[in-house]
């Protein structure tokens, strides 16, 4: 059986399969027509192989190397590797006793773009795209530098997906960059289409609410991340690339608060963790103090509810409810129509509904403020998974505050703050800096010192108790 036929039983004969017969060279050529640039295969490499000389097919990969315009030539002895080079795009010569790879990439790639999930006031405005050489060719245009290592794993039965672990030498902890090399090399699944089902792969929760790797598009914040020792996880065909560690104050810094002063960047910091207050414990609080604690409501503001609440048909709780489900349909609602509509439909619906809702007797208009300072909350928080975790646990709190009061809030929260305590993200403490009590890092948590008070780096992916409690963890997954 020739080297050809050994290579076309592993692949179904379908209209894009092409073989080549090239008799002046003795060999056959094999490529994919959707995924290569056919003017570069028939100029560069079938044309010139019409005029190899007799003399040169014993030395053809030489004579390949000297003759043809492209960049990437191998030699690729077996045909499970010959065939997974046809589907990155390569061509494949079929010589006897083995292959060549010869690199004719064509598939047309969408151009960097702003990312629209990940929004910066002041900064780059470039993003990743779903092409893994772009994506890297992003990053290595910030970062030069030699120290930048980029293991490769194909993960994916069906899909054979290349993922890129990538870190820099000197910065990460080779602790955290073993376990989640064991940890990648462990996923097994038919196909790997996006960064989030390997994300919740490798997270040491799955079961949790709260997400312990970070997702990002923005090439600078994954140069930023980088430089503090975290590692990138790059996915062919995905424009998001995963973060690790993370810990939950990262979902809350953008890169707005680095490139504008120390003023502002702690202001918006702080802006942020009070939106996060709002839109966790206002709808919760309001229920308390009016059903069961309207003693430490002023009398005048009790009277004013009471008359705002008149002629209401439903209990609070059911009335907090059902805004907060509305405001969640329409908000999936303007997510799920086009983009030239979506934003306007969010705004017109939401007033719309809200007004006539009042109107009806159905709500009050102070429940109506309540939802809305919660929606706002919510927007404000730059991750788009943290900010839909923080709207997912307001429900179980309405319900705990409908049953106990001050003391639901009260014990909701404790429970809350013991799960977040007991999270981990490669064995990093999930409320980082404060769970280990790492004293250079506060400078850049809630609060942001100005650059020149700053560390270099954050030294949580590498304090001694983080490098203890990691040994300890991965002896016990193992």
Not at 82 to 103: D, E, K, P, S, T
């Amino acid at each position: 059986m020739t080297s050809t036929e050994s290579l076309l039983q592993m692949i179904d004969k379908t209209y894009d399969v092409i073989v080549r017969p090239v008799p002046n060279a003795g060999l056959d050529v094999v490529f994919i027509s959707t995924l290569v640039d056919l003017t570069r295969v028939e100029e560069r490499l079938l044309g010139p192989l019409t005029r190899v000389p007799p003399k040169r097919r014993g030395d053809l990969l030489k004579w390949l190397y000297n003759s043809l315009e492209l960049s990437s030539i191998h030699r690729v002895m077996h045909a499970e590797e010959a065939l997974q080079a046809l589907f990155n795009n390569q061509a494949v010569l079929c010589l006897r006793g083995g292959y060549i790879a010869v690199g004719v990439q064509g598939l047309e790639r969408r151009t960097p773009q702003e990312p629209s999930t990940d929004v910066a006031i002041r900064g780059p405005r470039d993003g990743f795209t779903e092409s893994l050489d772009t994506n890297i060719s992003l990053v290595r245009t910030r970062l030069k530098n030699p120290d930048l290592v980029l293991d490769k794993f194909t993960i994916g039965e069906r899909t054979r997906t290349i993922v890129l672990l990538g870190y820099l030498r000197e910065l990460a902890n080779p602790c955290i960059v073993e376990e989640v090399t064991r940890r990648l090399n462990a996923v097994k699944v038919d196909g790997l289409l996006e960064t989030g089902i390997l994300e919740q792969w490798i997270e040491d929760t799955p079961w949790s609410l709260y997400p312990q790797i970070q997702g990002t598009e923005r090439p600078d914040k994954a140069v930023s991340a980088l430089l503090e020792g975290r590692i990138a996880v790059f996915v062919d065909g995905t424009p998001y690339v995963l973060l690790a560690p993370a810990v939950l104050l990262s979902f809350f810094q953008t890169t707005d608060d680095y490139s504008q002063r120390w003023v502002s960047g702690t202001s918006m910091r702080l802006i942020r963790m009070f939106a996060l207050l709002l839109s966790i414990f206002v709808p919760s609080f309001y229920i308390a103090l009016t059903m069961y604690n309207p003693e430490l409501i002023p009398l005048k503001m009790v009277l004013q509810l009471a008359t705002t609440r008149e002629g209401i048909p439903i209990p609070i709780v059911l009335e907090a409810l059902s805004m907060e489900l509305m405001v969640e349909l329409v908000r999936e609602a303007g997510n799920r129509m086009p983009q030239q509509m979506g934003q306007s439909y969010t705004i017109v619906g939401g007033l719309v509904i809200g007004d006539i809702a009042v109107q009806a007797g159905i709500v009050s208009p102070t429940m109506v403020v309540a939802v809305g300072l919660t929606a706002l909350g919510a927007y404000a928080i730059p991750n788009y998974e943290a900010a839909y975790v923080t709207r997912m646990i307001r429900f179980p709190m309405l319900m705990a505050t409908s049953i106990f009061g001050i003391i639901g809030i009260l014990g909701f929260s404790l429970i809350l703050l013991a799960h977040l305590s007991s999270l981990k993200s490669f064995g990093v403490p999930y409320l980082s800096p404060f769970a280990q009590m790492v004293g250079p890092d506060f400078q850049d948590s809630v609060l942001r010192n100005p650059v020149q008070w700053s560390a270099s780096r954050p030294a949580t992916y590498w304090s001694p108790k983080a490098l203890l409690r990691r040994a300890r963890y991965s002896s016990k997954r193992s």
